[in-house]
């Protein structure tokens, strides 16, 4: 069974990968994000607590956040593996989930990294932006239209960026990530499972880095 946690900053393809770990290997993959929406829309008891607790404004509790993934887990007990997403963020949820993860004779297998150049990242997201029409994707200074302001799909003549897209923006959402990350790497660079792939590469070249990774993998549990 493989078992392993995906780290990247936003704008590093971190969703893009894991989404080509899901097809690649069957893996599937537990987002914490998503796994407490679910919960909140189906309305269990799980969500209830956490609906109240978000809704108040404050962070979701470590043994909530564990629950959901414990129940996912025996859920998808027949999986060849799964990718943790947004869980752990601190050592005391690491140990927590390698306490889960032994509790039913698995071991996490590897913690795989997207590194990037901030400065080159920020230029990446920071100069994105669609067509207001068909959301044909287009960037300031690797990809603009043939035509300067009409789209080069359907010939529309407006635009649109993402308001979070812009180099203030993208700089504190990296900062972000490091705080989150931070305390965690080390936890797992003593187990020797940390790797480091080249996140600003092409997808397919990031995406074979991460493959041979994964596949040396030994099968356990």
Known sequence: MKLLILLGPPGAGKGTQAQHLVSRFGLVQLSTGDMLRQAVKDGTEVGRKADAIMKAGQLVPDEIVTSLISEQLDKHAHAPGFIFDGYPRTQAQAVALDALLADRGMKLNH?????????????????????????????????????????????????????????????????????????????????????RVDGMGDIASVGAAIDAIVQDVPVSA
């Open 111 to 195: 913690v795989i990294e997207l590194t990037v150049d901030e400065d080159a990242l920020v230029t990446r997201i920071a100069g994105r932006f669609t067509c207001a029409r068909c959301n044909e994707g287009y960037h300031d200074t690797f990809k603009l239209p043939k035509v300067a302001g009409v789209c080069d799909i359907c010939a529309s003549t407006e635009f649109k960026r993402r308001p979070d897209d812009n180099a203030e923006t993208v700089r504190a959402r990296l900062a972000v990530y490091r705080a989150d990350t931070a305390p965690i790497l080390p936890y797992y660079e003593a187990k020797g499972i940390v790797s």
